[in-house]
């Protein structure tokens, strides 16, 4: 399968700590995408970060690339109630163009 | 504001029946897309639309097929509804050129099939 599969399927902490969710994928990507969904509603776009960057910061956001691992992680730091959602990751097919979503992090941030 | 809208929040049909699931967006985009998402699953791809009257397969289409006869609309037609057809299902759209620009979802519609 060419999707992103994230890691760890379901992560619960506390208000002020941090949170990493890990995405891995086989095929050859030019980019790597996150997205963010509320329960019961659409994604939103987070970040995107290309295959020549291995780094990317928005807000409180972090996200890695590793492509010669083909892995991502998403860091959001000092997380809040409001971060509580799903996460998933979409790596872009160099080959396609086509974004291909894994199953996604379920996050659940308690107050 | 960017805006891709779903005309049903919550359906249910009964087996057998044709479903219209309709989606708008009003950012001129090319490339229209048609997702059920899951449990464990994910999201999937069922269809997807790259110009007006042009249609090419996801992963699921059976069972389904589509229609885009105008550029900012774009439906998911289940011919005859079953029950493993009943999941939430999301629309989404971008711009053409490439995998650089990021995907706009609608907020999804919930088919329930008794």
């Known amino acids: 399968s060419q999707q992103g599969e994230e890691d760890p399927q379901a992560l619960s902490i506390q208000e002020g700590e941090n949170a990493t969710m890990n995405c891995s994928y086989k095929?050859?990507?030019?980019?790597l995408q996150w997205y963010r969904q509320n329960s019961g509603r659409g994604l939103v776009h987070l970040i995107l970060?290309?295959?020549?960057?291995r780094e990317k910061h928005s807000g409180r956001l972090r996200v890695t690339l590793d492509t010669s691992k083909k892995s991502s992680s998403l860091l959001i730091t000092a997380s809040r109630a409001a971060d509580t959602a799903s996460y998933f990751c979409a790596p872009v097919s160099s080959n396609t163009g086509k974004l291909i979503f894994g199953q996604g992090t379920t996050l659940q941030v308690k107050p | 504001d960017v805006k891709v809208t779903q005309s049903s929040r919550y359906l249910v049909k009964r087996t057998g029946e044709k479903v219209f699931l309709e989606c708008v967006q009003d950012?001129?985009?090319?490339?229209m897309f048609w997702y059920r998402q899951d449990p464990g699953l994910g999201l999937r791809l069922i269809y997807f639309?790259?110009?007006?009257?042009?249609?090419e397969k996801g992963d699921i289409p059976e069972g389904y097929s589509v229609s885009r006869e105008k550029k900012e609309r774009f439906s998911l037609i289940l011919e005859s509804a079953s029950t493993n057809q009943t999941s939430m299902y999301l629309c989404?759209?971008?711009?053409?050129?490439?995998?650089?620009?990021?995907?706009?979802f609608g907020e999804g519609s919930w088919l329930t099939v008794v």
């Open positions: 639309s790259y110009d007006v009257k042009m249609k």
């Open positions: 989404a759209s971008k711009p053409s050129g490439g995998g650089f620009h990021t995907i706009y």
């Open positions: 095929t050859s990507i030019n980019n």
């Open positions: 950012m001129d985009h090319e490339n």
């Open positions: 970060i290309r295959s020549n960057e």
